[in-house]
């Protein structure tokens, strides 16, 4: 018998079922799944006595509730006795890289209150098994959970410099939880797993001592352990050779530590990478996912100021129900989009369906402000208003298509304050007059400035007299546009900028001539980008077919190139608006390529050796080496004499950076879930990923110094733009101009990320900030929309604080799952 002495004296054996409920199959089979899954899982809980089954996604319990309630109630027992192990606290194993903050703090709020509501206590544990890799910011997240410890598999021992098996994991902000890399894979097949032992134990790091733990388990499509993985594990217990193999649950195994009390070895920072091709796959699922998300946050703040200021009732479950969907397709097999076609169209329509959801709710919020609202009648006018969702004043250029009486315009605000506008391409082709025989049809362009958290009333007036130029104007001549602020120049060889001006100090931030920005290269890895580092390189460029005016000024100025490459497109509209500090890029990709990549180029006079990446909240510094990393809404590099350019857009997870040119990858066109070592066959039909149609727009914005909060309340407003709407004049008690939150804007780097009703007192608002920043903040803010309460904040470098305001003015703290920090729960490892 083949014998080694182990430096083992416990294993924890984690009989574990990994589920994936989407991947190279539909949700409809992985809902079969999970039903037989845990069917299983009860039917070898009962017969082996010692055996102790893991389990996390509350999803997929949830699925087990409303289609088998008799198996839900004996899971339910099983869990309060301590025969499951439910772990994870989360909805699903998402994707630990792309979605922002609301979304994984909403992965714990739901997930953990679920169990509390239906199995009496809280996990403790989080188990993300598969995911690609691991944002600094979870650390605090997971704390604000009440998750203390934390399991995962990748990045491997060859992805990342860091050899520890088990270790304090040290986020952004200084949050930390223990951490534990689970040795060589989380499932096993269903035979003997002596040799899943033995390659576990081989990667276990040298530092881990006295105690490991390996997870095994058939998985994937569900299954979990076996009777005979359960018989294996029996024999080599007896055994001997791996030293005492205990049936154990991750909780358990943690609360052995603890009690062992040996320091760990501290890891600061993220945990990356593994399949950097995911951070682009399937663009669709990329820009679903933001709208989603954006859609979300918009409907829980209008929805939440109607509460407050008009008493309308909160529609909780639709909203509950929609971020459940979001939460369910942020899967760390769909939003990576490495499942098959089938799978992501069904994620694509479930988004659809949330988008359309939060914007019903979002629509009827802003219907009943405008009522509200005075509006005397006059004809000869067209009331508009435009409505500012962000907690902080607002310029933009607001565009709206009307029908309107022929002749000279003037646009103004209530108060009779003249603003220009500006014709700009209507969305519909066909001539005004051949439709309205007595009105004009137009799209039109006008500055607004719309109070924080509040609306603006303009309106469309007929005149006799043509419209002034103002002084402060955009203009184009030539490849030229220009406003107050910068003047860019286009080269109409190349299709990028010859000058990039900022002109109160005559700086000019454009690179070399004939510098690079749209770079095409053969891309033969998989979905996942398997072994690939970078996708820096050697390519085609689109070649550009004509440049022309589109908007001449004197609100907006803008520029279109058409570019071609084959059989695809790329039309990017170059925007100056009147009041713009930074460059606009309207984008628009008609894609043919297979198994090619696209990487939209930003060079720049700046260079840098690190650039900076926006994360959930705060940022991390990289190295400016180009390799593909993940990122949330922009990336920025800064030069040794202070000039900075940040990259920002409104659809894109991945980018790269070499010595200041960032780049983002805009489009790559593997085969959907493809798997390498597996080779395309010639003769075989396959469909290929990113073809057709996609829009969006990304900012450069020139800058000096360190201070990152215009790039991040640029790139809010970019996601979630206000919205500007027609009215009819009607009395109203509400003025015409009204903000119903100050003092934000007045400090950079704070920022709200949620604005909701509190989960246990609907009448009190939640409140989330971050600071965005390294160094402390200080803050002072009144809140007209919570009767004109006054909050002080002082927030430490990348905080997150949530905070629920009370109708009496109360400030209560809260942690993540939105209860007060001294409040005690059963924790589920401990049973009931």
């Known amino acids: ?36 899954t845990l069917a299983a899982a009860v039917a070898l809980l009962e017969e082996f006595e010692d055996y102790v089954f893991t389990f996390e996604q509350v999803a997929v319990v949830d699925w087990i509730r409303e289609s088998d309630p008799k198996l839900f109630s004996r899971l339910r027992d099983l869990v309060m006795s301590g025969r499951i192990a439910m772990v994870g606290g989360w909805w699903v194993e998402p994707d630990c890289n792309l979605p922002n903050l609301e979304s994984f703090v909403r992965q714990g709020l739901i997930g953990q209150r679920y169990l509390l509501e239906h199995f009496g206590g809280i996990a403790n544990v989080g188990l993300n098994a598969d995911p690609f890799g691991h944002s600094a910011a979870l650390p605090q997240v997971l704390a604000g959970h009440r998750i203390a410890s934390y399991c995962f598999l990748r990045p491997g021992p060859h992805e990342i410099d860091m050899p520890h098996t088990l270790f304090e994991w040290q986020g952004l902000g200084g949050a930390s939880v223990d951490a534990y890399r689970i040795p060589h894979e989380y499932c096993t097949t269903a035979e003997d797993v002596d040799r899943h032992m033995e390659a576990a134990i081989s990667k276990i790091g040298a530092a881990l001592e006295d105690e490991a733990m390996v997870f095994y388990g058939v998985g994937n499509h569900g299954g979990g352990p076996t009777r005979r993985n359960l018989k294996s594990i029996e024999a080599l217990d007896a055994d001997g050779r791996f030293g005492r193999l205990v049936m154990s649950g991750p909780d358990r195994y943690f609360e052995a530590r603890r009690k062992n009390g040996k320091p760990m070895p501290v890891h ?87 988008i359309a959801t939060a914007d019903r709710v979002t629509n009827r919020a802003l219907q009943i402000a405008a009522r509200d609202i005075a509006i005397p009648a006059d004809e000869e006018t067209q009331p508009v208003i435009v409505f500012n969702p962000h907690p902080f004043e607002t310029e933009i250029t607001a565009e709206l298509e009307l ?9 103004s605000a209530e108060d009779g304050e003249e603003t220009p506008w500006q014709k700009i391409r209507a969305d519909a082709t066909i001539r005004e007059e051949d439709i309205f025989r007595d009105r004009y049809r137009a799209r039109i362009a006008f500055p607004a400035k719309v109070p924080a958290f509040g609306h603006r009333l303009y309106r469309v007036r007929r005149t006799d007299t043509p419209q002034t130029t103002p002084q402060v104007q955009a203009r184009a001549h030539g490849t030229t546009i220009e406003n107050a602020h910068l003047r860019v120049t286009i080269n109409p060889q190349t299709g990028w900028l010859d000058e990039f001006v900022t002109l109160a ?19 033969g890895s998989d979905t996942w980008g398997h072994r690939v580092e970078t996708y820096v390189g050697q390519g085609r460029q689109f070649e550009v077919e004509s440049i022309h005016i589109e908007d001449a000024g004197p609100v ?25 500090r930074s460059l606009e890029i309207r984008t628009e990709i008609d894609w043919q390529e297979e198994l090619h990549l696209l990487k939209l180029r930003y060079p720049t006079a700046v260079s840098s050796s690190e650039a900076r990446y926006q994360m959930q909240y705060g940022y991390v510094e990289r190295p400016a080496d180009g390799l593909e990393y993940p990122g949330q809404r922009w990336v920025s590099v800064a030069s040794s004499d202070g000039k900075r350019i940040s990259v920002i857009n409104n659809a894109k997870y991945a980018y790269d950076c070499v010595d200041g040119d960032i780049g983002i990858t805009a489009a790559r066109s593997p085969v959907f879930a493809w798997h390498d070592p597996r080779e395309l066959r010639d003769n075989e039909h396959y469909h290929y990923q990113d073809q057709g149609l996609q829009r969006f727009i990304v900012r450069l914005l020139p800058q000096t110094g360190d201070d990152m909060g215009e790039a991040s309340r640029l790139a809010e407003m970019m996601v979630m733009p206000p919205r500007v709407m027609m009215e009819s004049f009607h009395p109203g008690d509400v003025p015409a101009a009204r903000g119903l939150i100050s003092g934000l804007e007045e400090t950079s780097g704070l920022r709200l990320t949620a604005l909701k009703p509190w989960e246990d007192d609907p009448a009190a608002t939640v409140m989330r900030f971050v600071n965005d920043t390294s160094g402390p ?56």
């Open 403 to 411: 029908s309107f009486l022929p002749g000279n315009w003037i646009v």
């Open 777 to 832: 903040i200080a803050a002072r803010l009144g809140l007209d929309f919570a009767g004109g309460h006054l909050l002080s904040l002082d927030l430490e470098p990348f905080e997150i604080r949530t905070l629920a305001v009370t109708p009496s003015g109360k400030i209560v703290t809260l942690d993540l799952l939105e209860f007060e920090p001294d409040r005690q729960f059963h924790l589920l490892s401990e049973g009931i």
């Open 556 to 580: 907006r100025a803008a520029i279109r190139v058409n570019a071609r490459l084959g059989r695809s497109r790329l039309s990017e509209l170059f925007v100056l608006d009147s009041n713009a």
């Open 505 to 523: 100090d005559g700086q000019d931030l454009a690179p070399a001539k004939g510098a690079v920005h749209t770079v095409v290269s053969p891309d």
């Open 1 to 36: 018998m083949y014998e080694q002495k182990s430096r083992f004296a416990t294993i924890h054996m984690v009989g574990h079922a990994h589920l994936d409920p989407v991947w190279l199959w539909r949700w409809t089979e992985g809902y079969q799944e999970a039903r037989a």
């Open 268 to 354: 600061e920072g993220e945990l990356q990478r593994h399949a950097a091709g995911c951070y682009a796959a399937f663009a669709k699922i990329k820009q679903m996912n933001l709208k989603a998300e954006a859609a979300l946050l918009e409907a829980e703040r209008y929805a939440t100021l109607s509460a407050a200021t008009q008493g309308l009732s909160y529609p909780n479950e639709k909203l509950d129900e929609a971020w459940k969907t979001l939460l369910f397709n942020q899967f760390h097999d769909i939003l990576p989009g490495s499942s098959i076609l089938p799978a992501c169209e069904d994620a694509v329509h479930a988004l659809g369906g949330v």
